[in-house]
């Protein structure tokens, strides 16, 4: 009989809502809520152990939180290690990212999420995602796929992406073919100029193109905002913006400052942030766009500065915050956005 390692945060692991989300992480013998009916549906495999933690010690305690993980699976010495479903739920999702982060190349790792959870892009690359809704209620429907594509690993079958339901990883692997590579693109070529369908072995991502807004005819008039990826915020971050992955984005009113130096620092995860925190302004030039203001270069620097985190952001964050911060800017009359990263 095989053993199944299961991830589940406080909800489904039947110790509580939000009020428990800051349980630390224990394992504990045998199924506890979906890993109950997964387990039921596995072939010549059972789940033998669950860990249960609180998403939010998990998101800020991750290094003890993967540290746990290691050392139940350790213990536990799984075959399989099998995380949520996460469904759209952000935290939980960057938690079983941190689970697959931790166990990465020692197990196969198999989960659920909606397509656009951040914790989709935080650990494609390294687990089997199989797509769900966005909550709950999908869960019958989830967990026979789940199961299925388990039995499938566990069995030591080969798995495709396309025939066995999960989302591309973004992985090249190598494979025996029939024919050389030339002959397959010949192949594929001729296919095209005769207008018949062929299938690509390297799936190009797709991007959306935003046609540029029209030039500022008058600088001078204009009103400019300043918009950063850096993870700028207030001393002391009193808005807990998240270091990577963010969930959010804030903004301050800066139209009594002619500098964020002394008062701002980057809480951004993916650079060394010693020079940033010696001046913010290195990150976010609200000193240089006062300057302009002063000698009458641009009109007016709008008064409120807003900033996110982009490291490990996913897409669809990205794209949301994009909207909203847009949406705000372009009804408050601004003409112009100064946009950092790092």
Not at 15 to 39: K, W
Not at 77 to 93: E, K, S, T
Not at 151 to 161: F, P
Request: net charge negative; glycine share 10%.
């Amino acid at each position: 009989m095989k053993k199944v390692l299961y991830y589940v945060n406080q909800f489904f692991g039947q110790i509580g809502g939000e009020d428990q989300a800051h349980i630390e992480p224990r394992l504990v013998e045998g199924t506890v809520g979906p890993s109950m009916a997964f387990s039921n549906m596995l072939e010549g495999a059972e789940v033998s152990h669950t860990i249960i933690c609180g998403d939010n010690y998990f998101n800020e305690n991750k290094e003890a939180a993967m540290k746990f993980v290691q050392d139940a699976f350790e213990e536990v010495q799984p075959d399989l290690v099998v995380a949520g479903p996460a469904f759209n739920a952000g935290r939980y999702g960057m938690a079983v990212a941190g689970v697959a982060e931790a166990l990465k190349g020692k197990v196969p790792i198999l989960t659920s999420m909606y397509e656009e959870n951040p914790g989709v892009d935080a650990c494609r690359s390294i687990a089997y995602i199989v797509p769900t809704g966005e909550s709950a209620a999908a869960m019958r429907k989830t967990l026979p796929a789940l199961a299925e594509l388990a039995n499938k690993i566990l069995a030591g079958k080969a798995v495709k992406a396309k025939e066995d339901g999960y989302m591309l990883q973004g992985r090249r692997l190598t494979i025996h073919a029939e024919d050389i590579g030339a002959r397959r693109a010949v192949n594929m070529l001729v296919k095209r100029f005769k207008g018949e369908e062929f299938e690509t072995e390297l799936p190009m991502p797709e991007f959306d193109y935003v046609d540029p807004a029209a030039p500022i005819a008058d600088l001078s008039k204009a009103t400019i905002a300043l918009v950063t990826t850096g993870g700028m915020v207030p001393n002391g971050n009193p808005d807990h913006l998240q270091s990577a992955s963010a969930q959010k984005w804030v903004k301050y009113d800066v139209s009594s400052l002619d500098e964020l130096k002394g008062v701002y620092q980057t809480v951004h995860g993916g650079f060394d942030p010693v020079y940033a925190n010696e001046r913010a302004d290195r990150v976010a030039p609200l000193d240089e766009l006062k300057r302009l203001e002063k000698e009458g270069k641009i009109g007016k620097v709008f008064e409120y500065f807003y900033s996110t985190t982009g490291t490990g952001t996913s897409v669809a964050n990205s794209e949301k915050f994009g909207q909203e911060i847009g949406k705000e800017l372009k009804e408050s009359g601004v003409d112009g956005v100064i946009l950092t990263s790092t």
